[in-house]
């Protein structure tokens, strides 16, 4: 049996087949979910949950069951309390290295990340939780410059790559911080070796079938390190030639589960089914990848229909309702048409809000 990616990956990322019910849970299976845009990331653990609102969302962010935090690459991902320490110790290392540049161009380097860290903590103690500008208020007073912003930015996310803070409860619209140490439980520190067969495990069954290059590409690791991880856990995997390329993923997730007439998903361009994975052509033809790289920055959302994707979405509000707007690709079944309706209704249904979709 040919190996059918895009449908496999729609199983192993639970868009298929979602037996979670609530937030963390999507979390604690996909290990991190990138949450640059924190709408979309929201979005994306409803998507992959059965009953899971916004509001439910935003209430384990506000409780700690999920926090937010930069690791992996150097952008925001979701990750859950049990996973981040270990995390961390993996991955920030090489975030540290990606930032180097930017380190010295704002002109950080390691006695001033000795300072501001103290002066963080020193704000935060005490199950304190403060925003950005409230920490910037509070470096200010310990005699640390933070003027621009690209400079405090590089402070606060140097102080979450050590594992001194991580996300609080939002305030109204704003996020804040809280000591990580006050946060998160005290967990067993994993050795390298067990943190890069963990990850390997997890990305392979969250996310398979994929290739070593797909994991380093997502992980920010090296591909020694991976290709280590992978040889760790290979006998808990399978894999599969297709092609010059290695796909590994986990037994269970070797047929895609049949689903009841076509699937429809309403993705973000960060949602962790684009994101993940290095090599795209499982879910774009030539045609569709140059039809989007085309659309250029403007393309945020996608429309994936049975694992591939064959047009764009744009969400607005409008007088309390979700306007969804839609450009199609491509003609669409009748029956296409009507799971389009049931997406976007499901849309609605995450957000709690009148949704209205225009064609």
């Known amino acids: 049996m040919t190996l059918?990616?895009?449908?496999?990956?729609?199983?192993s990322?639970?868009?298929?087949?979602?037996?979670?019910?609530?937030?963390?849970?999507?979390?604690?299976?996909?290990?991190?979910?990138?949450?640059?845009?924190?709408?979309?990331?929201?979005?994306?653990?409803?998507?992959?949950s059965t009953g899971v609102t916004e509001d439910r969302v935003e209430r384990a962010l506000a409780d700690g069951?999920?926090?937010?935090?930069?690791?992996l690459r150097p952008t925001w991902h979701f990750v859950t309390p049990a996973d981040?320490?270990?995390?961390?110790?993996?991955?920030?290392?090489?975030v540290k290295a990606v930032n180097a540049h930017m380190y010295r161009k704002v002109g950080l380097d390691a006695p001033s990340f000795r300072r501001s860290n103290r002066a963080i903590a020193k704000a935060l103690?005490?199950?304190?939780?403060?925003?950005?500008?409230?920490?910037?208020?509070?470096?200010?007073?310990?005699?640390?410059?933070?003027?621009?912003?690209?400079?405090?930015?590089?402070?606060?996310?140097?102080a979450e790559l050590d594992g001194i803070i991580c996300s609080g409860p939002r305030r109204g619209k704003q996020f804040t911080y809280a000591m990580l140490e006050e946060r998160v439980p005290p967990a067993r520190i994993r050795t390298?070796?067990?943190?890069?067969?963990?990850?390997?495990?997890?990305?392979?069954v969250s996310r398979g079938p994929a290739t070593v290059n797909d994991?380093?590409?997502?992980?920010?690791?090296?591909?020694?390190?991976?290709?280590?991880?992978?040889?760790?856990?290979?006998?808990?995997?399978?894999?599969?030639?297709?092609?010059?390329?290695?796909f590994w993923l986990s037994p269970s997730t070797t047929v895609a589960r049949a689903s009841r007439g076509p699937t429809v998903h309403l993705l973000s361009i960060f949602d962790e089914y684009v994101s993940a994975y290095k090599d795209r052509s499982a879910m774009a033809d030539e045609e569709t990848r140059a039809r989007l790289s085309a659309v250029g920055n403007a393309l945020t959302h996608i429309v994936v229909i049975g694992g591939t994707v064959?047009?764009?979405?744009?969400?607005?509000?409008?007088?309390?309702?979700?306007?969804?707007?839609?450009?199609?690709f491509r003609r669409l079944t009748p029956a296409e048409d009507g799971a389009v309706d049931a997406a976007v209704a499901r849309y609605g249904r995450f957000a709690q809000t009148p949704v209205r979709l225009e064609r």
């Open 215 to 246: 994991m380093a590409k997502w992980s920010g690791l090296t591909l020694t390190d991976v290709r280590k991880g992978v040889g760790a856990v290979r006998h808990r995997l399978v894999s599969e030639v297709v092609g010059e390329r290695t």
């Open 13 to 48: 990322q639970q868009l298929l087949g979602a037996t979670a019910t609530e937030p963390a849970d999507v979390v604690q299976h996909l290990v991190a979910v990138q949450a640059q845009d924190y709408a979309d990331a929201k979005w994306a653990l409803g998507l992959r």
């Open 125 to 158: 103690q005490g199950g304190h939780f403060l925003t950005r500008d409230e920490l910037r208020d509070a470096l200010t007073r310990a005699g640390i410059d933070t003027d621009g912003d690209q400079r405090l930015v590089y402070m606060l996310m140097h």
């Open 84 to 94: 981040i320490r270990w995390l961390l110790v993996l991955t920030a290392p090489r």
């Open 310 to 328: 064959a047009g764009r979405w744009k969400p607005r509000v409008e007088r309390r309702t979700v306007v969804v707007t839609l450009d199609l």
């Open 192 to 204: 390298q070796d067990e943190a890069l067969a963990e990850l390997a495990y997890r990305y392979f």
């Open 65 to 71: 069951h999920i926090l937010r935090t930069h690791l």
């Open 4 to 11: 059918d990616v895009a449908r496999c990956r729609l199983t």
